[in-house]
C-alpha cells in the first residue's frame, strides 16, 4: 500500500495520493476516504487563487501549501524578510537625516549599521521561532496527543520552521509600505505586524492540527519573547555607549 504522504484540504486526514492516473489518459481527483471530498481541489486551481485564499488565511488553502505541495522557498523568503525588515529600520532611522548629496548617498551604502539591523532582525526571529516551540514543546509534553496529532513532545520541527517562515510572507509588504511614503505609515506597519501573526497563527494550526487557543498562545508567547530579545538588545546597547561615554 502507497505511503500516506498527504493530508485532505477539509478534515487533515492523511492520504496516498491526491490524484489517480487512468491508463486512457484520464486523471481524476482523489476523493478522501474520510469526508467524501476532493483531497486537495486547489491542485487544479491557479497559484493567484491559492495566494488570494492563503492571505484570507484560509484552512484549506494553509494545508495545500504545508503538506501537499514541495514548496521549498521558506530560507529564500526567510533572507528575503529580514532584508525587508533592515531595510524599513534603516530607512526609516534615515529618513530625518535625508540629503540629496550623492557623498551621503554612497556613505549609507556602505554602513555596516544596516547589517548590524539585518543581524538584530535575525535575533528577532529566532527569539519569536523560539518562544512559539517552547510553548508547543510545554503544551505537547503537558497534554499529550490529545491536543496536538504528533504524539506526546514530537512536535515535527522541521514541518513548524518551514510553516512559521512560509507564512511570514506578509513582511515582504514592508517595503512598498516604506517606499510609497505617507502619514499612515505607523498604520500600515501595525496591519502588517497583525497579519503575519495571523498567518503565524493560522500555519502553527494547520501543522500541529491543534486548537485556535493553543496556537494564538504559541504566537503570543512567540511575540513576547520577541519583544524581551529586542529589550535585552537596547538594554546592552544602551550600556555599551554609556561604558564609551565614561
Ligand atoms: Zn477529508
Given at each position: 500500500m502507497a505511503e500516506a504522504a498527504f493530508r485532505c484540504i477539509e478534515c487533515n486526514e492523511k492520504a496516498a495520493e491526491l490524484h489517480r492516473d487512468y491508463t486512457n489518459g484520464i486523471l481524476k481527483i482523489t476523493l478522501c476516504g474520510s469526508c467524501?471530498?476532493?483531497?486537495?481541489?486547489y491542485i487544479e486551481y491557479d497559484?493567484?487563487?491559492?495566494?488570494?485564499?492563503?492571505i484570507l488565511c484560509k484552512t484549506q488553502a494553509f494545508r495545500h501549501i504545508l503538506f501537499n505541495t514541495n514548496l521549498d522557498i521558506?530560507?529564500?523568503?526567510?533572507?528575503?524578510?529580514?532584508?525587508?525588515?533592515?531595510?524599513l529600520r534603516w530607512s526609516l532611522r534615515h529618513s530625518s537625516e535625508s540629503s540629496d548629496d550623492p557623498a551621503d548617498i554612497i556613505r549609507y551604502t556602505k554602513e555596516w549599521e544596516f547589517y548590524g539591523m539585518v543581524a538584530l532582525a535575525a535575533l528577532e526571529?529566532?527569539?519569536f521561532c523560539g518562544g512559539v516551540l517552547?510553548?508547543?514543546?510545554?503544551?505537547?509534553?503537558?497534554?499529550?496527543?490529545?491536543?496536538?496529532?504528533?504524539?506526546?513532545?514530537?512536535?515535527d520541527l522541521h514541518l513548524l520552521l518551514r510553516a512559521l517562515l512560509l507564512s511570514g510572507y506578509g513582511k515582504v509588504l514592508l517595503v512598498p509600505a516604506v517606499i510609497w511614503e505617507h502619514d499612515f505609515l505607523p498604520l500600515c506597519l501595525g496591519f502588517i505586524?497583525?497579519?503575519v501573526l495571523t498567518s503565524n497563527m493560522q500555519a502553527v494550526r494547520v501543522i500541529l492540527n491543534c486548537s485556535k487557543r493553543l496556537a494564538l498562545s504559541s504566537v503570543c508567547a512567540g511575540l513576547l519573547s520577541e519583544t524581551i530579545a529586542v529589550w535585552m538588545c537596547q538594554t546592552a546597547a544602551g550600556a555599551s555607549l554609556g561604558g564609551d561615554h565614561v
Open positions: 467524501q471530498k476532493p483531497v486537495d481541489k497559484p493567484v487563487i491559492i495566494l488570494i485564499d492563503a521558506h530560507w529564500k523568503l526567510c533572507v528575503f524578510c529580514l532584508l525587508c525588515e533592515a531595510y526571529l529566532l527569539a517552547l510553548v508547543l514543546r510545554a503544551a505537547a509534553a503537558a497534554m499529550s496527543s490529545r491536543v496536538c496529532s504528533y504524539s506526546g513532545v514530537g512536535v505586524k497583525v497579519f
